[in-house]
């Protein structure tokens, strides 16, 4: 399994990004693929992800602005960041469940992981 992550850059506040996660040896639609993030001296936190089914589903702070969403046919995962703010700034990894598992925000239901990519957000 492999999952290719891409899309991260600089971006000022109020901006937007798209990420997107690229698999391999896994298929989107029939596993939960979930995005995390890590800012600098913290711990990695969910961030949202989208279940086998299509549904999803998001931390707080990001409801509302950012959409993770899939294509089946490139069988990759997107997540849509709009109104972006300094504190989006993280390394965001695209990770695969590949059991379904019902904890979805915590990161040991997680298998496999992409590399990360860097957003930053200047103020």
């Known amino acids: 399994v492999q999952l290719q992550a891409s899309g991260g850059g600089l971006v000022q506040a109020g901006g937007s990004l798209r990420l997107s996660c690229a698999a391999s040896g896994v298929t989107v639609n029939r596993n939960n693929m979930g995005w995390f993030r890590q800012a600098p001296g913290k711990e990695r936190e969910f961030v949202a992800m989208?279940?086998?089914?299509?549904?999803?589903a998001y931390r707080d702070d990001v409801r509302g602005r950012f959409t993770v969403s899939r294509e089946n046919a490139k069988n990759t995962v997107y997540l849509q960041m709009n109104t972006l703010t300094p504190e989006d700034t993280a390394v965001y990894y695209c990770a695969v469940d590949i059991n379904r598992n019902v904890s979805i925000r915590d990161s040991l239901s997680y298998d496999y992981w992409g590399q990360g990519t860097l957003v930053t957000v200047s103020s």
């Open positions: 989208i279940r086998w089914s299509g549904s999803a």
